[in-house]
T-cell receptor
Framework: GESVGLHLPTLSVQEGDNSIINCAYS??????FIWYKQESGKGPQFIID?????DKRQGQRVTVLLNKTVKHLSLQIAATQPGDSAVYFC??????????????FGSGTRLLVRP | EAEVAQSPRYKITEKSQAVAFWCDPI?????LYWYRQILGQGPELLVQ????????DSQLPKDRFSAERLKGVDSTLKIQPAELGDSAMYLC??????????????FGSGTQLSVL
């Protein structure tokens, strides 16, 4: 079935270190991917996105890498801060037969930042 | 910064009762989505509107769930009757373009439903 999954359910990092969160997707036809951050009791918050014509995109302290050959995404957070503690979801915008799109989420990775 | 508004923030109900959730998308956003998120999982799409029309409701349990967006702006999601398994976070999201536009979604803070 369709799926966007994550390799690690929980990642614990020391404050100041870099974090890397990984994600595998299954639909090779998908051409748009998004990372969301979700804090406890809140809705998902957009972090960064990438289209399939790129293999890297950088934001403020975050970088997303896309490897279409192995259908793999990663989110890198530089100098991780306590405020980065949250659940991170990758999401794949899947094209449907009627030309509409459906955003499919993975199950999430919890990032814990140790002081 | 414009946000997707949802209410209520929390809802506790007994099974077999009716519940309703409201969502006001970001002004000007044509497409509105309702997602359900079970604790520890990613959100799953229930229904998608473009303006006032339903684009996708294939995952909406239509025997008990209904959704409407009558004027193509705000939207209501209803459950009747509620069951224990409906306990979850109900998230509303919106996007500027149509359902055929490949773009990011903006989410509200959600309604946390507990069915007792």
């Amino acid at each position: 079935g369709e799926s966007v999954g994550l390799h690690l359910p929980t990642l614990s990092v020391q404050e100041g270190d870099n974090s890397i969160i990984n994600c595998a997707y299954s639909n090779s036809a998908s051409d748009y991917f998004i990372w969301y951050k979700q804090e406890s009791g809140k809705g998902p918050q957009f972090i960064i996105d990438i289209r399939s014509n790129m293999d890297k995109r950088q934001g403020q302290r975050v970088t997303v890498l896309l490897n279409k050959t192995v259908k793999h995404l990663s989110l890198q957070i530089a100098a991780t801060q306590p405020g980065d503690s949250a659940v991170y979801f990758c999401a794949e915008n899947k094209a449907l037969p009627d030309s509409s799109y459906k955003l499919i989420f993975g199950s999430g990775t919890r990032l814990l930042v140790r002081p | 910064e414009a946000e997707v508004a949802q209410s209520p923030r929390y809802k506790i109900t007994e099974k077999s009762q009716a519940v309703a959730f409201w969502c006001d998308p970001i002004s000007g956003h044509a497409t509105l989505y309702w997602y359900r998120q079970i604790l520890g999982q990613g959100p799953e799409l229930l229904v998608q509107f473009q303006d006032e029309s339903v684009v996708d409701d294939s995952q909406l349990p239509k025997d008990r769930f209904s959704a409407e967006r009558l004027k193509g702006v705000d939207s209501t999601l209803k459950i009747q009757p509620a069951e224990l398994g409906d306990s979850a976070m109900y998230l509303c999201a919106s996007s500027f373009g149509t359902s055929a536009t490949n773009e990011k979604l903006f989410f509200g803070s959600g309604t946390q439903l507990s069915v007792l």
